[in-house]
């Protein structure tokens, strides 16, 4: 299970390399991908405002047409896509597609979030990934999720990432990997080879507290916490330019 | 096999009426959409100019991202949540998606069409709408194809009607409806209740002829012909708030 950042997508000869090499990995594999960045973009130029709190994106009424037009729309069948041009047989799908992530509008006292969803217990369709994956196909999955009452919703990616693997690790050996455009968790932000190769919860959080690690990096990491503990294999945050190298941050519970 | 037209998407309380009704039916059913209207609307607010040619769009790069965002994205998964919460398993699909649909760039020596994918022979991966279908899938297909070389292709939604309702006449009986904001091909334009009941091939020329039909129903019909040559059982042209009902016309060989 590949996650591919928005960064990455925006990138058009970082985003070829790295789907060349997909192209190239042993399957059933699941795709999962961000967009963030384009959908910024795209509520600028229509003059819709973005809103941002702790990195996650306020998500008003026309907030979430944007997020999917650009997730389900134009990254996700761009992927698919390009990925078939490889004789990848990819399926591109959003949370509504088959019911396969079902997700609660987050309730917030502090925030009103809008449409932003939080993916329900037992809210991934592990069987209809399962006969997807049987099939031949690799699943693309955008971040965006319903509700089952019609209402689709925004979710993060890694949080997806994370809910479909530990879905997953019921049926397979799940290894989880964070693409993006460093090569792991760095020590040193300005140093692309200080990545730091091996992240338990015992040095977690002495790199939360000195502050190497911070912002977006605190919630990957919850996720790829949760995922060890919900039974996936193996976590990687990497660089999607380097995805068959072994230059890489491993999570590990001990 | 469903064909709903933009006009409908467009119209809120319509859409709604016309999607209870659509629970309704016996599955197998497959739904195409449009959404040109949206799809200009946006291209305006983006400052994208919209070129039309006999009432086809041309489709220059950044069009075909617009019409990915606004097909494959926003109406394709509106429709999908929609469905989702009257209980009908919808799975929205490009035809990129599984390879679902290969198209060609159309080349014409008149116009740069940019973008715009005809169907290929053979180009409708009808083996996979039947694995979805025999799964309780209800696949709801937009109007974006592919060209299996990464490009994404415009495709008329009336005609990827016809060459799916083609492809699956060789394993169902194939009843093809396209549904739009009228009760049938009217005789008198500013009267509803003037469908015609019947269109055979002897008529048709004559009602071109005296100019009773004229634009975009002309495809429209030839899309119809074609689809019952290919086998296609019957072809019914009809309101999108009546689908249930008798008022329409039926689209016949003699």
Known sequence: MIKIGGNVID?????????????????????VHGGGAIATGLSKKLGIEVKMVNGRRVTDSETIKVATMVYAGLVNKKLVAALQKRGVNAFGLCGADGDCIRSGKRNSEDIDWGFVGDVLPDGVNGSLLERLLEAGIVPVMCAITHDGNGNLLNTNADTIAKEVASALAGIYDVELTYCFEKQGVLADPSDDESYIPEITPDNYHELVESKVIAGGMIPKLDNAFLSLKHGVKRVLIKHAANITNTKQTIVKLS
């Open 11 to 31: 990138n058009e000869e970082l985003l070829e390399h790295f789907l060349d090499n997909l192209a190239e990995l042993p399957q059933p594999l699941v795709v």
